[in-house]
């Protein structure tokens, strides 16, 4: 079955540092994956998606991530975060043969100035 | 600018008492999801629509029904809610059903069960 596990519950930053978020997927085929960023109260977001091809993707707000087929996972990471990036971040994972997408649990990120 | 609008965006309701959430799209798509998400945990999907077949997923109580009378409005009914519904209910959209497309959400409708 399908799974995706977001290992870090709650990150902490400072304004300007690097980050990266975890994400490790479990699919026997080739998987879609997606990050979303879910702000207090408010619905998701698409960051930036994999299908095929180059397996660095660029998202919006200066984030990328790293499909590593190897390690089954897809990290997300940003080089300098800002306090507006502080919000919940969540993995999914999709396939060709399935309607839905599974969510990780999220990793909630907080920003310190 | 809105593309998928989700009324209202907080609802309290008394324990039992039936309540609808609604969501409407302006982008024409095939198919339309309702998520439960409750606090620190992931969305959870509780069915779909691809047009106007309806796809439940096994383990959504049949305490949530859903109708979708055209191709902009779907409607999520409680019938009887309880305590533990309380939740955020989250609506999305995508053009085709296939995974591989890009989900558009909605602001979500956060319910109180009192």
């Known amino acids: 079955a399908q799974s995706v596990t977001q290992p870090d519950i709650h990150i902490t930053v400072s304004e300007g540092a690097s980050l990266e978020l975890r994400c490790n997927y479990s699919y026997g085929a080739t998987p879609y994956l997606f990050w979303y960023v879910q702000s207090p109260g408010q619905g998701l977001q698409l960051l930036l998606k994999?299908?095929?091809?180059?397996?660095l993707v660029q998202g919006i707000k200066g984030f990328e991530a790293e499909f590593k087929r190897s390690q089954s996972s897809f990290n997300l990471r940003k080089p300098s975060v800002h306090w507006s990036d502080a919000a919940e971040y969540f993995c999914a994972v999709g396939s060709y043969n399935t309607d839905k997408l599974i969510f990780g649990t999220g990793t909630r990120l907080q920003v310190f100035p | 600018d809105a593309m998928v609008i989700q009324n209202p965006r907080y609802q309290v309701t008394q324990f039992g008492k039936p309540v609808t959430l609604s969501c409407s799209q302006t982008?024409?798509?095939?198919?339309m999801y309702w998520y439960q998400q409750k606090s620190s945990q992931a969305p959870k999907l509780l069915f779909h629509y691809y047009d106007k077949d309806f796809n439940n997923e096994a383990d959504t109580p049949d305490n949530f029904q859903s109708r979708r009378p055209n191709t902009s409005f779907c409607f999520l009914d409680i019938r009887s809610p309880g305590l533990g519904d309380a939740a955020m209910y989250l609506c999305?959209?995508?053009?085709?059903?296939?995974?591989?497309?890009?989900?558009?959400f909605g602001q979500g409708t956060r319910l109180t069960v009192v």
């Open positions: 999305a959209t995508s053009r085709d059903r296939a995974a591989n497309t890009e989900a558009f």
């Open positions: 982008l024409n798509h095939n198919v």
């Open positions: 994999y299908f095929s091809g180059d397996t």
